[in-house]
């Protein structure tokens, strides 16, 4: 069952407008969230995380957002750019950092 | 500082062979996650190291899979025998001791069962 969703599987935007990217949880006991990206044949690398205690975290074009009696997420990139094109996965963990849950991710194409 | 690095980079193997995964962490990184994604699907957590010691193994699916980690540094990831279903690529991703949340993943290696 999965913990971690992201419901949407691609999104297309235009160079310099939002992006903006969705994840949801189930766990309650999740007290940290984090966004990675993925370019092909690479692994996963961090790019911006949250904790439970704040409900905004800014890093440059990046923001992410966290809704926490909807469980919800989401990653703000403004303005978009074509380089930022890659899958982003959404994951979280509970305060021991035992375990890791990402979400299927998401495919971003920014458009020139 | 090198990366995390993964051999082999990719595996095509026969149903009910055997396969051995190999991770190397970043020097000093305590903890050693190993995941596997199915294609299209999620990120699977699989187990989670400090060190030489298994701190949870509750994602690795069932006995055919045997991870270690001697000495506190490279690990190894061995199927066997291998399934159509363990095809994947696996990866994995190392952080500081404490740090959990900071993890650096490797390129990740393919496995094809045929």
């Known amino acids: 069952d999965q913990q971690v969703k992201q419901n949407s599987p691609s999104l297309s935007v235009q160079e310099g407008r939002i992006s903006i990217l969705n994840c949801d949880y189930t766990n309650s006991m999740f007290d940290y969230f984090l966004w990675y990206k993925k370019y092909p044949a690479e692994g996963p690398t961090f790019l911006i995380s949250i904790s439970s205690i704040k409900d905004k975290n800014e890093d440059g074009r990046f923001t992410v957002f966290l809704n926490k009696s909807a469980k919800h997420l989401s990653l703000h990139i403004v303005p978009s750019q074509p380089g930022d094109s890659a899958v982003y996965f959404c994951?979280?963990?509970?305060?021991?950092?035992?375990?890791?849950?990402f979400g299927t991710g998401t495919s971003l194409t920014v458009i020139p | 500082e090198a990366g995390v690095t993964q051999f082999p980079s990719h595996s095509v193997i026969e149903k009910g062979q055997t396969v051995t995964l190999r991770c190397d962490p970043i020097s000093g990184h305590d903890n050693l996650y190993w995941y596997r994604r199915v294609m299209g699907k999620e990120i699977k957590f699989l187990l989670h190291f400090v060190k030489e010691s298994k701190q949870d193994e509750s994602g690795m699916p069932n006995n055919r899979f045997l991870a270690e980690r001697t000495g506190g540094t490279y690990s190894t990831l061995k199927v066997q025998p291998a399934e159509l279903e363990d095809s994947g690529v696996y990866f994995c991703a190392s952080s500081q001791f404490g740090r959990y949340n900071e993890q650096f993943f490797g390129p990740g290696t393919r496995l094809t069962v045929l």
């Open positions: 994951a979280a963990s509970d305060s021991t950092g035992n375990q890791f849950y």
